[in-house]
């Protein structure tokens, strides 16, 4: 039972242009989600939430954005970093279910 | 940042022995923490969520006389896997929260091979 989708288990992007990871949800029960970051042999890194009464939440160079009627929720990294790149996990409160991770590449 | 410890980081036994991993938050008192199993490529499977003092609560599918969890104090947790047997060959991870909606703080895993 997959209540939270990461559908792309994969991205490459250039330095300095924007990472875009998305995640799915299946629960209208959700009201809190997080990202993570995770490399290689580490546990995963909290990143930043975002609280279903908010559509948008900012912390430096990433953004969260919750579409509540659809269900999705986005990462968006500008710009992307070498440094970023790792597998990035979406969690849904409720049980703190994850998705199954995208891993980022950013080219120098 | 909050830190938590999982112990040991890797493991290879014989099958029909027993494997207790412990997680400790070392900075903070985590009155939930959790237990996660992940397969190669795959997400990371909630198996059970504990909180201190009380019994742990298991997911669908997880056998809780197989997947032993003690929740003793505010920074202690342990699963113990019992009668281990080479299907419950995987990496093994905790986490730790204050609670609520505070972000979990995840140890760094155990790779746990049964021969």
């Known amino acids: 039972d997959q209540q939270v989708k990461q559908n792309s288990p994969s991205l490459s992007v250039q330095e300095g242009r924007i990472s875009i990871l998305n995640c799915d949800y299946t629960?209208?029960?959700?009201?809190?989600f997080l990202w993570y970051k995770k490399y290689p042999a580490e546990g995963p890194t909290f990143l930043i939430s975002i609280s279903s009464i908010k559509d948008k939440n900012e912390d430096g160079r990433f953004t969260v954005f919750l579409n509540k009627s659809a269900k999705h929720l986005s990462l968006h990294i500008v710009p992307s970093q070498p440094g970023d790149s790792a597998v990035y996990f979406c969690?849904?409160?409720?049980?703190?279910?994850f998705g199954a991770g995208t891993r980022l590449t950013v080219k120098p | 940042g909050a830190v938590v410890s999982q112990h040991p980081s890797r493991v290879i036994c014989k099958s029909g022995t027993s494997v207790k991993i412990e997680c400790r938050s070392l900075?903070?008192?985590?009155?939930?923490m959790f237990w996660y199993r992940q397969f190669p490529k795959q997400s990371l499977m909630l198996m059970a969520t504990?909180?201190?003092?009380?019994?742990?609560?298991?997911e669908q599918g997880v056998e809780k006389d197989k997947f032993l969890i003690n929740h003793a104090s505010l920074t202690l947790s342990t699963l113990t896997v019992t009668s281990a047997h080479p299907e419950d060959s995987s990496f093994y991870i905790c986490?730790?929260?204050?609670?609520?909606?505070?972000?979990?703080?995840f140890g760094d895993g155990t790779r746990l091979s049964i021969l």
């Open positions: 629960n209208s029960m959700f009201d809190y």
């Open positions: 986490s730790a929260s204050v609670g609520g909606y505070q972000p979990q703080h």
């Open positions: 900075d903070f008192q985590a009155t939930t």
């Open positions: 969690a849904a409160s409720v049980g703190m279910r």
């Open positions: 504990s909180n201190e003092g009380s019994k742990a609560t298991y």
